[in-house]
């Protein structure tokens, strides 16, 4: 008897533009963790049919040209509550772990020389960032990337600007280890540790069938404390949520721009802002992993290499990209024809995602 293969399920239906745009907007699910369930094939279309009514339009808010439920869909903020916060299922999040990764983050004996810790770099005071085009090497030559905030990254699907780790627990142990950053040895640091009586309640909370500082709790109760970490809610996230009068006239043309002409979203789509894949954008022949927008206005200077000073600086960038450039990835391979005043609409709308409301 032939046994008939079945297909995987296709959330597209076939259709090879809603492919690409699936392609484009869904994010990659994390590995280690269970993946999201794949989106139907009506959320497809609707991507699908946003492009086709945005494509050619001229410019005007989201609402008049009648898209806006389909972004709202596309952007909308999840539950973010700590239950509801994605973890792998050996590294459940609990209160206890973050409580302790927090004291772990800005605790210096991680580092070799005892004066450094994860919160030298990522500065809450700056969205986790630390305000330079890169990061202070440790013999203040080595040419390190641009700090990364850590916002929402529990929903990201790889780390570091080129992508090397697939977890926060694969993450973590880097910067710890590596000899520019905090260059720490893990004996040196378990030592450490051992002898602190006051770090022992902690660990016996967070880790109560093996309450020992060792490496492997050390990095869980940092990735539980990364993971915990979730952008303010902001004046977009309002509009998404159906306050259409929370962004300006001028911002929701920048959004129009946004999602159409200046094809910003092929790259930072849903509500975290990004693709979490690597792309080629002229800076270097490496493919750098697409940054979140959230945290924008405490994140500068921008890009992988700190090279861009401000978001007109950025939009300045991929207007400029030569179109027969091979180097590129395809999707920034487009024309982005922006007037002054698109320019202007724009940023007004990038920055919006970022700000509280009053």
């Known amino acids: ?152 990254l529990a929903w990201a699907g790889r780390f570091f600007w080129d992508g090397r780790a697939n977890s926060l627990e694969e993450q973590a142990p880097f910067p710890i280890e590596h000899p520019q950053e905090m260059a720490g040895s893990w004996g040196a640091i378990l030592s450490r540790l051992s002898a602190d009586r006051a770090l022992d309640e902690q660990l016996r909370k967070a880790f109560p069938h093996n309450p020992e500082p060792t490496k492997a709790n050390i990095v869980a109760a940092l990735a539980s404390f990364e993971r915990s970490l979730v952008s303010p809610l902001t004046r977009f996230d309002e509009f998404v949520s159906g306050k259409t009068a929370s962004l300006s006239r001028l911002e929701q043309q920048g959004f129009a721009l946004f999602v159409g002409k200046a ?23 490496q493919a750098m992993k697409t940054p979140t927008l959230r945290g924008l206005s405490s994140t500068a200077p921008f890009m992988h290499d700190g090279s861009r000073n401000s978001i007109r600086e950025v939009i300045a960038h991929y207007a400029g990209l030569p179109q027969d450039d091979p180097t590129l990835s395809p999707n920034l391979i487009r024309p982005m024809q922006l007037s002054a005043y698109d320019t202007m609409a724009l940023i007004a709308f990038i920055k919006s995602i970022d700000e509280r409301s009053p």
């Open 263 to 285: 094809g910003c979203v092929s790259c930072h789509s849903g509500w975290r802002f990004t693709d979490d894949r690597l792309h080629r954008t002229g800076l270097s022949r």
């Open 1 to 152: 008897m032939q046994l008939i293969k079945r297909r995987p399920f296709d959330p597209t239906g076939g259709c090879f533009l809603a492919q690409a745009c699936y392609a484009r907007l869904m994010p990659a699910a994390p590995s280690r963790l269970t993946p999201p369930s794949s989106p139907s094939r009506s959320t497809a279309l609707k991507i699908c049919l946003a492009f086709f009514l945005i494509a050619a339009a001229p410019i005007k808010t989201a609402s008049a040209d009648g898209t806006l439920p389909i972004w709202r869909e596309i952007f909308a903020r999840p539950p973010t509550g700590i239950s509801q916060i994605p973890a792998p299922p050996d590294n459940p999040l609990t209160r206890e772990k973050i409580r302790l990764g927090q004291t772990l983050f800005a605790d210096t004996r991680l580092s070799g020389a005892g004066n450094r810790s994860c919160a030298t770099c990522h500065d809450a005071d700056r969205d986790y960032t630390d305000g330079r085009a890169r990061a202070k090497p440790i013999d203040g030559k080595t040419r390190l990337a641009n700090t990364p905030t850590l916002f929402n």
